[in-house]
């Protein structure tokens, strides 16, 4: 096993129960309930999944899947549905949280003092922690929520970077599944932030727990790799059925308009309908995302029936038996195909004229 290999795989899910950690931290905190500190055995998912995979796979990745993104999810997203319901009855003003910041910075002066010349540094360490520990915990709840949405998507991109990748992607398709998450965490965080910070939201708590869920349903596009991967197609994929012939061509095409369509910016949309059309909230950055989502899904739409033509196109020209091609290949490859098999068989007409007219000459 490579040792690179081995230090990214290590590294990258300890980055992962770390931040796990924290929200169970905060919860607790917030809650006041030691209890809550069970939601960090979710992590241990997280080891029998390092531990397996350190086995059977030397540290890489799985084919189209990643369990370690996944379980992830599973260990995180449970500490911030705890935080945004709790969010509703926290109050938060930035004048006490200055004072008492200035306390602590008073406190961490007078030990940093009363440490330097009579305990020793070690102390001296572990008071500057605690007191370290002191001024996050004066930090606004609110703002501890936001900040541990903004870095769980983060991490979702970066660790996906860390990670080993298996022999079944390569590196181009992985720099362009990363670039494709970056937008995706963007418009996510986007919704979540946009429509939980509505006073009227806030005070509904079924449409708090109906936008959670659609933003978890959200996130599981993440430990899935099927947008930069096609499904191999052989010539005996003729003999198919056309839905699987359509799949074999255009795999990641497919599967980027449903992620769009059924768990991003579909859902998206009716969340944000249901805001303006039942609710009566509205606001101008609402309606702003709402006609993108609107823009997005036409696109997406768009862009399947133009698939589907060309497709068409495709089983047209094999029934006329123009050339012998796989149906799951592009139009434009059949179509040069096509010529490159007129241009052959007017060599082979020319050279049979050419042998007839020499064959006079050498007659004579």
């Known amino acids: 096993m490579e040792l690179l290999v081995l230090c990214n795989a290590l590294v990258t899910r300890l980055l992962f129960v770390l931040h796990s950690l924290i929200g169970v931290w905060r919860v607790t905190a917030v809650k ?68 008492q910041v200035n306390v602590s910075n008073q406190d961490f002066n007078q030990s940093r003092g009363s440490t330097h010349g009579s305990e020793g540094t070690d102390h001296h360490i572990i008071q500057t922690a605690k007191v370290f520990v002191n001024q996050l915990s004066t930090i606004c709840e609110t703002v501890w929520t936001l900040a541990l949405h903004q870095t769980f998507l983060l991490l979702l991109v970066v660790g996906r970077w860390l990670l080993p990748i298996g022999v079944e992607i390569t590196r181009d398709q992985l720099s362009q599944l990363l670039l494709m998450f970056v937008g995706t965490a963007a418009d996510i965080l986007e919704f979540a932030s946009e429509t939980l910070d509505i006073e009227d939201v806030r005070k509904n708590y079924a449409l708090i727990n109906a936008i959670l869920a659609v933003w978890t349903w959200s996130m599981l596009q993440f430990p899935l790799d099927l947008a930069v991967q096609h499904i191999g197609c052989k010539q005996a994929a003729t003999t198919r059925r056309i839905p699987s012939l359509l799949l074999c061509r255009y795999s990641a095409e497919l599967w980027n308009i449903g992620v769009s369509l059924f768990i991003q910016d579909g859902p998206f949309f009716i969340v944000r309908s249901i805001l303006m059309g039942h609710f009566r909230i509205f606001n101008q950055m609402l309606v702003f995302f709402t006609a993108k989502n609107i823009l997005v899904v036409t696109l997406q739409l768009y862009r399947l029936a133009v698939i589907t033509l060309d497709f068409r196109a495709t089983l047209l020209q094999k029934s006329r038996k123009e050339v012998n091609c796989c149906p799951c290949e592009p139009y434009e490859a059949c179509a040069h195909a096509t010529a490159n098999q007129n241009t052959e068989m007017k060599k082979c007409v020319a050279f049979p004229a050419k042998e007839e007219s020499e064959t006079p000459s050498e007659d004579q």
């Open 32 to 99: 006041k309930e030691p209890k809550y500190w069970l939601l960090a055995l979710l992590n241990l998912l997280l080891c029998l999944e390092t531990g397996l995979t350190l086995k059977f796979k030397q540290g890489r990745g799985y084919k189209w899947f990643s369990p370690a993104i996944f379980l992830y999810l599973i260990c995180t997203v449970p500490s911030l549905w705890l935080l945004e319901i709790h969010h509703g009855t926290q109050y938060c003003s930035n004048e006490p949280g200055a004072v």
